[in-house]
């Protein structure tokens, strides 16, 4: 696709559920990063993939957190159990190779309840 | 430690004047630098990326580097309303073997271009 696409755009969870969000990378783009953004805050970094590697997962907040990316190109974000503190902003970006440049996704925003 | 700092504001320009925004960062290396801009409920688009000392300039934007006071700048001339967001600055640092691990970023200094 032209751009990074993310489902859903909301999701509203209670506390307890687990919920899965879903990133579509630019066409081509071998790198793939997750990020949380709190309310007025910057995104934090949650993990990166190199095609179907994941070689950065330092950012997961808690083994609730788990994102796979078995074919290289879609990711998906897992998140078990969700808690309040888990809601916010979480942002996929792609990148080429040399990581200079990175397009983000919409993002999804999730509210637990 | 990877640190990114902004003060994060408002920041209050009146329209047509020159809005400064700073950003400092820890860490000496080899890095590059990049400003993102992201409207209210939006994700981050990119605006300026700068590598090395000195400014860079593109249309009313300018990024000004300073690697020696661990200093990164963006100008904006010619403030106008639309400018009128959060901005992000963020950091690259290169792994001594050539790799790049992703973006750190700052939280962001709110932007308010007042007509």
């Known amino acids: 696709g032209a751009g990074v696409s993310q489902s859903p755009r909301y999701k509203v969870a209670k506390r307890g559920q687990d919920v899965a969000l879903r990133c579509d990378p630019i066409?081509?783009?071998?790198?793939l990063f997750w990020y949380q953004q709190a309310l007025g805050q910057g995104p934090e970094f949650l993990t990166y993939?190199?095609?179907?590697?994941?070689?950065?997962k330092s950012g997961l907040p808690s083994d609730r957190f788990f994102a796979e990316r078995p074919e290289g190109s879609v990711s998906t974000l897992k998140i078990q159990r969700t808690q309040q503190e888990d809601s916010a902003v979480y942002l996929c970006a792609s990148s080429p190779p040399d990581h200079e440049k990175l397009f983000f996704g919409s993002g999804t925003q999730l509210s637990v309840l | 430690q990877k640190e990114v700092e902004q003060n994060s504001g408002p920041l209050s320009v009146p329209e047509g004047a020159i809005a400064s925004l700073n950003c400092t960062y820890s860490?000496?290396?080899?890095?590059?630098f990049f400003w993102y801009r992201q409207y209210s409920g939006k994700s981050p688009e990119l605006i300026m990326s700068?590598?090395?000392?000195g400014d860079k300039e593109d249309g009313r934007f300018t990024a000004q580097l300073n690697k020696a006071s661990q200093y990164v700048s963006l100008l904006i001339r010619d403030s106008q309303p639309s400018d009128s967001a959060t901005y992000l600055c963020?950091?690259?640092?290169?792994?001594?073997?050539?790799?790049?691990?992703?973006?750190?970023f700052g939280k962001g200094t709110h932007l308010i271009i007042q007509p």
């Open positions: 993939f190199q095609n179907e590697a994941q070689l950065d």
């Open positions: 066409s081509g783009h071998v790198s």
């Open positions: 963020a950091v690259n640092w290169w792994y001594s073997g050539g790799g790049a691990d992703g973006l750190t």
């Open positions: 700068i590598y090395s000392n």
């Open positions: 860490d000496r290396g080899s890095q590059s």
